[in-house]
């Protein structure tokens, strides 16, 4: 994972949306669904992955969303 990649992750009853490398989140949801969409829109318009975690932390998909 590199800098600046969005990760989408739950924390404190929220999911949130950070980017690698960042102290806050960009975003924060009670719902799953619309913070990863929030996350893949952002990853899209800069350009880099979107990780998705799982409740207890752990990886669950990793979308790149460079430039080929």
């Not at 980017?19 to 990863?36: F, I, Y």
């Not at 318009?45 to 752990?58: A, C, D, L, M, Y």
Request: hydrophobic share 25%; aromatic share 6%.
């Amino acid at each position: 994972m590199a800098e600046g990649d969005v990760h989408t992750y739950y924390e404190d009853g929220l999911w949130k949306n950070r980017l690698e490398g960042g102290t806050r989140a960009s975003n924060t949801s009670p719902r799953r669904v619309d913070a990863v969409l929030a996350g893949r829109q952002i990853a899209k318009k800069r350009r880099v992955s979107h990780v998705v975690h799982t409740p207890q932390g752990e990886v669950e998909t990793e979308r790149d969303y460079r430039r080929r």
